[in-house]
């Protein structure tokens, strides 16, 4: 299958738009297509961008951006951290399916910028999360709402690492692809794009 390239601002617009039906109660595209799944098997995906987002339950890329099944490839970790692992995903979604938008999704109420900040260790396989969040929280402001600040923070630092990285650098300068940190307010639904 040849991926069509959607531009980074096309594709960034049809999420805010998506987010815009979301939080308006009007969806147009959450019901069940067994035609489009149909299709999608037989044919092959090609989504236009790339959601890294939090483990949890509530942010759920699909719903909050109102997009068709296929539109997205959503990896996710704890806390919108970004290893090995979601680089290497991000870096096949790009190269298989000319994919050029990356958006790195915070959320209020994050449990693991909440543990990273007091500090905790909760276990072996989780401690590597928290370090890996602790330079949001060295870095953020403490002025105003400093639990946000520091989830802001640390999506904005795990989207500089994508484009730190030498996988990506060149896209990224070049403008053949963006990477957008952005926060989830849970509580409305809306997306806030960061700069």
């Not at 999704?105 to 994050?110: G, I, P, R, T």
């Not at 904005?156 to 896209?171: E, G, I, R, S």
Request: hydrophobic letters at 40%; aromatic letters at 6%.
């Amino acid at each position: 299958m040849e991926h069509k390239k959607i531009p980074a601002d096309e594709a960034l617009n049809r999420l805010v738009e998506g987010n815009k039906r979301f939080i308006s109660n009007q969806v147009v595209n959450q019901a069940p297509d067994p035609d489009l799944r149909k299709k999608l098997a037989e044919e092959g995906q090609d989504p236009y961008g790339i959601v890294l987002t939090c483990i949890d339950s509530r942010v759920d890329p699909t719903m909050i951006f109102d997009v068709k099944e296929g539109d997205l490839f959503t990896p996710q970790s704890i806390g919108n951290t970004a290893d090995d692992n979601e680089i290497q995903a991000v870096w096949y979604a790009v190269h298989a399916c000319n994919i050029r938008l990356v958006l790195v999704l915070s959320h209020s109420s994050c449990g693991a910028v909440g543990h990273a900040m007091k500090g905790e260790k909760i276990g072996q396989s989780i401690d590597g999360v928290v370090d890996a969040i602790q330079p949001a929280v060295d870095t953020a402001s403490t002025e105003g709402d400093h639990y946000k600040n520091v989830i802001v923070e640390n999506a904005k630092l795990v989207a500089k690492k994508f484009a730190d990285h030498p996988d990506f650098k060149d896209l990224i300068e070049s403008g053949e692809l963006k990477v957008v940190p952005a926060y989830y307010h849970l509580e409305s639904g809306e997306i806030e794009l960061l700069t």
